[in-house]
C-alpha cells in the first residue's frame, strides 16, 4: 500500500513537473514569438540602379540601341493595352508605354510616348496627346545590390497590393481553411497521408505553420522542432491578424534562386519572372507563382517548363473547383503561356567590378549595416550602352589576340574604364576578360606601370612656360644618360632604338620619344613635374626618381583616367564618381553626390596639350585610330607600353567619352604588348561601337591660330606648302616669316591681328559697361 502511495505521488509530482515545463515552454515561445515578430524587420538590400534614359530632342542615340535597353529592362515589343512596359517599332519611330518610377525627386506615373529618330538622334518626343515634350526618363535598369546574409532579396508588399486572385489560388492549393483555423489544421495533416497516394496538391502545413518554419525555425525535420512550430503556429494566432500572418508570409516565401542571389516574396518574384509590379500579375502569373511554393528548383520555369506548365495548371483547376475564379478565368489563364521573362539572371549584379567602384564609394557616407538592411535605392552613373561597348569589345579582342598568339600564350587580361569626360561620371568599368567575376578588379586594383601615359605630364609642365615652350619648340631626341648618387646610370631608349635629334615638341610626343621626354622632364624639374601629376589627380605617392619621367611608375587604369579626366575637361579636376542619388526604399531623398570641380591648371597649356595629344592620333604612336574611327572625330589620346613590353595602354577622349584601356598578364610576364597594337584595337572597338562626338577644343580667349611653314619652323600662309594651323599662347608664336610667305600672307595676319584686338576692346568694354 506505502509503495502504491508513492508511486500515485510521484506521478502526480511528474504530471506537474511537466505541465509547469510546459507551461514555461509555452511562456518562452510566446515570448519569442511576440517579441521577434514584432521586433524583426526585413532586411532590406541597397538596390542600385544605373543612369536612367532620358529622351529629349537631339539626343546622340540610335533607334536600335533604345530598343536594347528596353529589352534589358524586360518591355515586350507587343501592346499590352491597360498596362505600361511595352513598346511597338516602326519606321524610325518607337511607342514606348513607360512604367511608373520613383525617381530621386519625385514618382513618375506610367506614360505613353512617341519618339521619332533620324541620323542616330532623337529627332521627335510626343506624348499620347501628339504634344511636344521636353523630356521623357526611362526608368533605370537595376543592376545589383549590397545584400544581408545569405544574399536574400525582396521587394516589400502590402497584402492590399497583392490581386485578389494570387490569394485566392495561394489559399486554395496551400490552405483552404486558412481563415477558419487557429494555426493548426488536423484535416490538413490527414490531407496531406492521403496526398501519398492521390495526384491532388493540398498540403499538410497550414500558411501560419509554413510562416513559423521560415521566420523561427530551421529546416530540420524531427518531433520536437514539428512540436515547436505546432505550438509557435497557435501563439501566432493568438496575437496577430490573419492579414498581418498572411502579409508576412507573401514577403517572405522563398521563390528560387538567380545565380548567388536568393529570390523571397512575391513582389520580386514578380519583377524577376515577368518584368512587373506584383498588383498588374495576371491570373495565369499568379498561379505559376503559387505553383512554384511548393518546390521553386523543381518547378523553376526557365529549366523545366512542361512541368511548371502543369503544376500551374492544376492550381487553376484548384482554384476553379473551389469557386474562386469562373470558368471563363480558368479558360483563358490555361491556355496562356507560362510568359516569364526571357532575360537571363544578374544574380547579385551582372557588372561586378562597377558595383565594387559604388559600394567603395559609399562606405565612405554610410554604415556597412545600413547599405545591407535599410532598403537604400542608390542611383548610380553607369551607361549600360557604354558597359556593354566596354564588355563586348574587350573579351571579343582578348578572345582573338589568344587564338592568334599575336602577343605570346594565352591568358591575357584587360580592364576598361570609360567616364564622361566633362562631369567625372564613372560610364562603364570591367575588370576583366571574364566579366561577371566578382573577383579581383583590375581596373580598381590592378596597379601597373604606366609608360608613356605619363608623358603629357612632361609637356603640360613646359607648356606652362610659354615663354620657353611652345609646340614648335625644338626638344633633343639624341642620346640621354641620367646619372644619380647612390643609383645606377640611366640611359632610356627609344622604342625603334633609334634617335631623332632635334624634334619639334608636339612631334616628340606625337611620336612618343624616350629621350626628348627624359631630357625634357629632367631639364624642367623631376619634382616640378610630379607636383603636376598630383595636381592631375594622381593621389599616390611617386618616388622622384628620373625614370618616373617615362612611366614607372604603378597605377590603376581607374587612377589613369583620374589623371586624363583633367586634361580633357580643360584643365578642371572634378573627382570620378559613380554616385548620383541615393533615397530611401520609398523615395526620400537623404544625400546628394553633386559635381566638385576646382581648377587644377590654366585652361591654355591644357588646351595645347589637348591639342598635341589629337596629333599623337593624327600622325603619331596612335594614327591606327583612323581604321576604327572617322578623321572628323579627332580624338586625343596616348599610348603606353612598358618596359619588356609586360604592358599595353591606351588612353583618350572624344567630345563626349573618355576611356582607358589595359592590356597584360597577371603574372607579369615579358611580353609582346604595345599599346597600339594591344590596346589601342580595344579602345577604338568599343569608341566605334559608341558613335562618339567629335571632340572640338574650346579655345581659350588667349589663344591664337597661326599658320607654320612646316619646313623652317616660321610663319607661313597660304603660299606655303603643307602649311599647318597651330595655336600658341598670345605673344609666344613665331614673328619672323617664312621664306615662303608672301605679301598676302602678311596682310591676312594683319587683317586677323587687327579683328582680334577689337573683339577684344569691344568684349572688355561691355564687360565694364555690364558687369561680367
Not at 521636353?134 to 536574400?152: M, Q
Not at 644619380?484 to 632610356?492: I, N
Not at 546628394?592 to 598635341?612: D, I, N, T
Amino acid at each position: 500500500m506505502a509503495r502504491r502511495t508513492k508511486l500515485r505521488k510521484f506521478l502526480r509530482f511528474a504530471l506537474l513537473a511537466t505541465l509547469l515545463a510546459a507551461a514555461g515552454v509555452t511562456l518562452y515561445l510566446d515570448f519569442r514569438v511576440r517579441h521577434e515578430f514584432e521586433g524583426r524587420r526585413f532586411a532590406l538590400p541597397a538596390r542600385i540602379f544605373a543612369r536612367p534614359l532620358e529622351l529629349h530632342v537631339g539626343l546622340r542615340i540610335p533607334l536600335p540601341d533604345v530598343v536594347d535597353e528596353l529589352k534589358q529592362l524586360g518591355y515586350r515589343d507587343v501592346a499590352r493595352p491597360g498596362e505600361s512596359g511595352w513598346y511597338l517599332r516602326d519606321e524610325g519611330r518607337l511607342e514606348i508605354a513607360l512604367r511608373p518610377f520613383v525617381f530621386w525627386d519625385g514618382a513618375q506615373p506610367p506614360r505613353a510616348v512617341s519618339v521619332g529618330f533620324e541620323g542616330g538622334k532623337v529627332s521627335m518626343l510626343r506624348d499620347a496627346s501628339g504634344q511636344d515634350v521636353p523630356l521623357a526618363r526611362v526608368e533605370p535598369l537595376p543592376i545589383g545590390g549590397i545584400y544581408p546574409a545569405g544574399n536574400e532579396d525582396r521587394i516589400l508588399v502590402r497584402v492590399k497590393d497583392v490581386p485578389k486572385h494570387l490569394v485566392e489560388e495561394l489559399i486554395a492549393v496551400e490552405d483552404r481553411s486558412f481563415y477558419s483555423h487557429h494555426g493548426f489544421d488536423p484535416r490538413g495533416l490527414a490531407r496531406a497521408a492521403r496526398s501519398v497516394f492521390s495526384s491532388r496538391v493540398q498540403g499538410g502545413s497550414t500558411i501560419t505553420q509554413q510562416l513559423v518554419k521560415n521566420f523561427f525555425l530551421t529546416p530540420e525535420r524531427t518531433i520536437q522542432r514539428k512540436a515547436t512550430e505546432l505550438v509557435m503556429a497557435v501563439l501566432l494566432e493568438m496575437h496577430y491578424e490573419k492579414d498581418e500572418i498572411l502579409e508576412t508570409y507573401l514577403n517572405e516565401i522563398y521563390f528560387g534562386q538567380d545565380r548567388d542571389r536568393a529570390i523571397h516574396g512575391v513582389g520580386l518574384a514578380a519583377q524577376y519572372y515577368f518584368a512587373k509590379d506584383v498588383q498588374y500579375l495576371s491570373v495565369a502569373e499568379s498561379a505559376m507563382l503559387v505553383g512554384m511554393i511548393r518546390g521553386p528548383a523543381f518547378y523553376d520555369p526557365y529549366k523545366h517548363a512542361a512541368r511548371t506548365l502543369e503544376r500551374r495548371n492544376l492550381v487553376l483547376r484548384e482554384t476553379r473547383d473551389q469557386g474562386k475564379i469562373s470558368l471563363e478565368q480558368y479558360t483563358t489563364a490555361r491556355s496562356a503561356p507560362l510568359g516569364v521573362t526571357g532575360k537571363s539572371g544578374m544574380g547579385t549584379s551582372p557588372y561586378p567590378a562597377f558595383l565594387k567602384l559604388v559600394h567603395k564609394q559609399l562606405r565612405r557616407d554610410y554604415d556597412e549595416k545600413d547599405l545591407r538592411s535599410e532598403g537604400l535605392r542608390i542611383f548610380t552613373t553607369l551607361d549600360p550602352r557604354a558597359q556593354g561597348a566596354a564588355e563586348s569589345a574587350l573579351t571579343r579582342r582578348l578572345a582573338q589576340f589568344d587564338k592568334e598568339k599575336r602577343f605570346g600564350q594565352p591568358g591575357l587580361e584587360g580592364a576598361v574604364v570609360i567616364t564622361d569626360p566633362q562631369s567625372g561620371e564613372v560610364q562603364a568599368m570591367v575588370g576583366g576578360r571574364d566579366v561577371r567575376y566578382a573577383g579581383y578588379n583590375r581596373a580598381l586594383d590592378a596597379a601597373r606601370p604606366v609608360g608613356s601615359l605619363l608623358k603629357p605630364a612632361i609637356y603640360l609642365t613646359a607648356l606652362s612656360e610659354p615663354s620657353r615652350y611652345t609646340l614648335l619648340t625644338p626638344i633633343d631626341d639624341g642620346p640621354f644618360l641620367w646619372k644619380s648618387r647612390g643609383a645606377p646610370d640611366w640611359e632610356p631608349l627609344n622604342y625603334d632604338k633609334k634617335f631623332h635629334g632635334m624634334v619639334p615638341l608636339r612631334l616628340a610626343l606625337a611620336h612618343s620619344y624616350n629621350a626628348a621626354a627624359a631630357r625634357l622632364g629632367t631639364d624642367l624639374g623631376i619634382d616640378k613635374v610630379l607636383g603636376n601629376l598630383r595636381r592631375l589627380g594622381v593621389e599616390r605617392e611617386v618616388r622622384p626618381y628620373a625614370s618616373a619621367m617615362l612611366g614607372a611608375v604603378d597605377l590603376s587604369p581607374f587612377e589613369v583616367a583620374q589623371m586624363y579626366q583633367t586634361i580633357a575637361s580643360g584643365g578642371f579636376r572634378s573627382p570620378l564618381r559613380s554616385i548620383r542619388e541615393v533615397t530611401t526604399q520609398d523615395g526620400k531623398p537623404l544625400a546628394r553626390y553633386p559635381l566638385a570641380v576646382e581648377q587644377a591648371f590654366p585652361p591654355e597649356p591644357v588646351y595645347l596639350l589637348a591639342a598635341a595629344m589629337q596629333d599623337v592620333v593624327r600622325e603619331g604612336t596612335g594614327q591606327a585610330m583612323k581604321s576604327y574611327l572617322p578623321p572628323e572625330i579627332a580624338v586625343a589620346g596616348k599610348t603606353g607600353t612598358t618596359d619588356e613590353q609586360r604592358d599595353a595602354w591606351f588612353a583618350g577622349f572624344s567630345g563626349d567619352r573618355l576611356a582607358v584601356v589595359w592590356v597584360g598578364y597577371d603574372d607579369n610576364r615579358a611580353a609582346r604588348l604595345s599599346g597600339s597594337a594591344a590596346a589601342l584595337p580595344i579602345w577604338g572597338d568599343l569608341m566605334a561601337a559608341l558613335r562618339p562626338e567629335p571632340l572640338a577644343l574650346a579655345r581659350p580667349e588667349r589663344i591664337e591660330m597661326v599658320s607654320i611653314d612646316p619646313q623652317s619652323g616660321l610663319r607661313g600662309g597660304a603660299s606655303c606648302p603643307g602649311a599647318v594651323e597651330l595655336p600658341f599662347v598670345q605673344g609666344s608664336a613665331p614673328r619672323e616669316r617664312a621664306p615662303c610667305s608672301g605679301p598676302l600672307d602678311a596682310a591676312v595676319d594683319a587683317v586677323n591681328q587687327a579683328v582680334g584686338e577689337t573683339t577684344k576692346r569691344a568684349k572688355t568694354f561691355l564687360e565694364r559697361l555690364f558687369g561680367r
